[in-house]
DNA sequence: AATGATGTCAACCGCCCGGTG
DNA sequence: CCACCGGGCGGTTGACATCAT
């Protein structure tokens, strides 16, 4: 592939592996004058021997100003499922929904709670795994790179709900069964993810979340009146007001109150 | 207390895409 | 139109931490 060369490869001897305080420091003050971009220069020019590549990694996953770290709140998980349910795994298109977030987080998070997992051979899973990643490093220049990435590339449809929080996977008796119903009718009529869907096409022939939840918990995740950044783009992109009418309009009660919650059929929900 | 199993997460790898000459 | 390059993305790895036996 063309672009390979272009980070600066390794006849370069780009260091490699954690980094140190004083590279943090030295590639901060030098984002910091200059700006992010031209990472391809920043491994010179800011006095570290790393790749642009490696730069910016650390720079968008570990050092950017505004990260948040720390736990995944409920919230955030909630909103993680319902987008990755939308658009599969497009971490970075999810993580801008989810400011202090990066998407490597994002995609560690979901891999580590909600992958798809064999509980009865989940011992022997890592192993089997590093066994098969030896082999490949074996077979490395007998294989076309392109075959081993499809033949690896299974497609993630199926999830572990177990997995999920227990609130999340409990199986719905008659009233939840029927506020899911009613929960697929309103956002049939309350196209809440109009606005990023123009941007990202729904993965197709995933599950929602909303096959495991009830609707409180889907409101109170994607309606986050706390994340809103630009109104313009943005899955919570909804005021109170409009968001009463199309509940209302749907045949949902959903009334607003001061104190940073609204009750939603009944159900009081924090935002 | 020792040891093996499992979980977490920072970092790397390889590919794709858009811009540019 | 084509080749090259920078930037970005998703998948994977491996070191370290934590848990279980």
């Known amino acids: ?31 910091g004058l200059h700006g992010e971009g031209r990472w391809s220069s920043v491994g010179r020019s ?23 770290r720390g736990q995944i709140t409920p919230q955030e998980e909630g909103i993680i499922i319902e987008l ?17 977030r990066t998407d490597n987080e994002i995609k560690n998070y979901w891999r580590t709670h909600f992958k798809k997992k ?47 929080p227990s609130s999340l996977h409990a199986e719905p008796n008659e009233h939840q069964e029927k506020i899911m119903e ?28 909303e096959d495991f939840v009830g609707d409180h ?6 309606w986050n009146f706390d994340d809103v950044h630009d109104p313009f783009d943005h899955p919570s992109n909804c005021n109170k007001m409009a968001m009463q009418n199309q509940a209302s309009s749907a045949g949902f009660s959903c009334d607003f109150h001061g104190g940073g919650y609204y009750i939603f059929q009944g159900n009081v929900v924090d935002f």
Do not use: F
């Open 217 to 222: 918990v889907l409101w109170g995740g994607l």
């Open 46 to 68: 800011a006095g570290l021997n790393r790749s642009g590549k490696s730069c910016r990694l650390r720079w968008v996953n570990y050092l950017r100003p505004g990260l948040k």
């Open 84 to 100: 990755h349910a939308l658009w599969g795994n497009k971490w970075s298109t999810i993580a801008r929904y989810l400011p202090g």
């Open 182 to 209: 009613e929960t697929r009718a309103a956002k049939e009529a309350v196209p809440m993810h109009a606005a990023a869907e123009d941007h990202c096409p729904p993965a197709q022939e995933v599950p929602s979340w």
């Open 1 to 31: 592939m063309v672009g390979m060369m272009g980070w600066g490869s390794q006849e370069q001897g780009w260091r490699k592996g954690p980094w140190t305080p004083e590279e943090d420091k030295l590639l901060s003050e030098y984002v």
């Open 118 to 164: 064999d509980k009865s051979s989940h011992k022997g899973e890592k192993r089997s795994r590093r066994a098969q990643s030896l082999k490949q490093h074996l077979n490395h220049h007998q294989q076309p790179q392109r075959q081993q990435q499809e033949a690896q590339a299974q497609p993630e449809t199926v999830y572990e709900t177990e997995n999920m």
